[in-house]
């Protein structure tokens, strides 16, 4: 019973480089959402997909990419990290509008 | 968009008692649902209670219940006879029927002293 993973759990990066945060899902789940939390600020919406091959921006998306090839998939890339990306990254997903999200369990990032 | 606002940054309760956070939220919309969702030390998000918005009725999770005042905008969270390990960021959200994603207040830190 996984529900929503997120890899990896902790990661540091250095200014100017790139990764990719990986959420994936089990429950055959439409929605998923990336979500980032900063102290203070709450939770705040990156990007999201309505289904597989579908994403679209969020709130605070400048600096991220996203792709959900597989239904069960919705990757988070930063093609240049920069210092203030520093933040926890959630990943959920959720059956269809309105009915709640699952969580992943977050994915804290350090970028020095 | 919705906006939700969470006026108490934190609150603390002794064991037993009974606390209530408070949200309020902006929204032209008529249909959409709300949700408080508990963040422990874990840092893993998880559901604590849904309420439909043309629903009446409060909706009620055990020891979590919510007082739901539509006309005034506000959707406050009650835990009765608290415990320990409700100590939490608590988080109000809200989602408009014809929206994708849930928007999320800042939180209020619980402390549950013994």
């Known amino acids: 019973n996984a529900g929503v993973t997120q890899t990896p759990k902790f990661r540091v990066l250095k200014t100017g480089q790139s990764m990719t945060l990986l959420c994936a899902q089990d429950?055959?789940?439409?929605?998923m959402y990336w979500y980032r939390q900063d102290p203070g600020m709450g939770l705040r919406l990156i990007h999201y997909s309505v289904g597989e091959g579908t994403t679209a921006k969020g709130e605070v998306p400048d600096g991220y990419n996203v792709s959900r090839l597989k239904k069960q998939n919705f990757l988070l890339g930063l093609e240049s990290a920069a210092p203030s990306q520093t933040s926890v990254y959630f990943c959920?997903?959720?059956?269809?509008?309105?009915?709640?999200?699952?969580f992943g369990s977050g994915t804290r990032l350090t970028v020095v | 968009a919705q906006t939700v606002t969470q006026s108490q940054p934190e609150m603390s309760v002794q064991e037993a008692e009974t606390v209530t956070l408070s949200c309020t939220y902006d929204t032209s919309e008529s249909d959409y649902y709300l949700f408080w969702y508990k963040q422990p030390p874990s840092r893993q998000m998880i559901l604590v209670i849904r309420q439909e918005a043309y629903k009446q009725q409060n909706a009620t999770e055990n020891r979590f219940s919510v007082n739901f005042q539509k006309a005034a905008k506000s959707f406050s969270l009650k835990i009765s006879d608290s415990q320990l390990g409700d100590a939490a960021m608590y988080f109000c959200a809200s989602e408009s029927n014809s929206g994708y994603a849930l928007n999320f207040g800042k939180g209020t830190s619980l402390l549950v002293t013994p």
């Open positions: 959920a997903s959720e059956r269809g509008a309105n009915y709640g999200y699952t």
């Open positions: 429950m055959n789940h439409e929605y």
